[in-house]
């Protein structure tokens, strides 16, 4: 009903930028947060950034300053802007949307893509 599809990671030297974008689709009445996630290897999945559609953007204490989500609800797109990466953000990056889906009962749901891998090098 609801597919999440990101795009955008790679391999970047330490101090480069990358732009990841994650686009919605399916049976979507409305989204209320969009959010991204990342995993390291041997780490648990952690929340980098979340943008609720109306209200205040968290992020990641590591992250702060340095990354920037945005949204854009027409499109039903996410995107996460990377600065000043470093070897510890190295990790498979997640999108996260809640979404009430458009067909009866419209309930919330949890919706996950498949990831993008974000390799910084040193």
């Known amino acids: 009903q609801v597919r999440l599809v990101e795009s955008g990671g790679g391999l970047v030297q330490a101090g480069g930028s990358l732009r990841l974008s994650c686009a919605a689709s399916?049976?979507?009445?409305?989204?209320?947060?969009m959010s991204w996630y990342r995993q390291a290897p041997g780490n648990q999945r952690e929340l980098v950034a979340a943008m609720p559609s109306g209200g205040t953007t968290t992020y990641a204490d590591s992250v702060k300053g340095r990354f920037t989500i945005s949204r854009d609800n027409a499109k039903m797109e996410v995107y996460l802007q990377m600065n000043s990466l470093k070897p510890e953000d190295t990790a498979v990056y997640y999108c996260?949307?809640?979404?009430?889906?458009?067909?009866?009962?419209?309930?919330?749901?949890?919706?996950w893509g498949q990831g993008t891998q974000v390799t910084v090098s040193s």
């Open positions: 399916g049976s979507i009445f409305t989204i209320p947060t």
């Open positions: 996260n949307a809640r979404v009430v889906v458009n067909t009866p009962p419209r309930r919330l749901g949890d919706y």
